[in-house]
């Protein structure tokens, strides 16, 4: 099973920005869709956004579209989020996951591994 492993977090001021990166070594990591979750205090995990194997589709939750790149780069076996215009209500763990298929998917079943975490905060 692929362990993904993010990086990048940090504390940001508000409409700054972060790239965070994720790193999922293994032979498999072409073949499957990524994707990122969030979960900010007292809250459930939350879709960011996905891509799929060959970064030919992705998806963005609303209240990041416009704001959030994902992207993916198969040799590097590494997939990244770009945040611009960063918000207070950005501040969460991300959360970098492995698809169990090629498409990505929007919800946490679609996903087979999951990383640790990294914290964002970004202050008013």
């Known amino acids: 099973q692929v362990q993904p492993v993010e990086s990048g977090g940090g504390l940001v001021q508000a409409g700054g920005s972060l790239r965070l990166s994720c790193v999922a070594s293994g032979p498999t990591f072409g073949f499957y869709g990524m994707g990122w979750f969030r979960q900010a205090p007292g809250k459930g995990r939350e879709f960011v956004a996905d891509?799929?194997?060959?970064?030919?589709?992705?998806h963005y939750a609303d209240d990041v579209k416009g704001r959030f790149t994902i992207s993916r780069d198969n040799a590097k076996k590494t997939a990244y989020l770009q945040m611009n215009s960063l918000k207070p209500e950005d501040t969460a763990v991300y959360y970098c996951a492995v698809g169990r298929w090629p498409n990505g998917g929007r919800e946490s079943s679609d996903f087979a591994s999951w990383g640790q975490g990294t914290q964002v905060t970004v202050s008013s």
């Open positions: 891509i799929s194997w060959n970064s030919g589709s992705t």
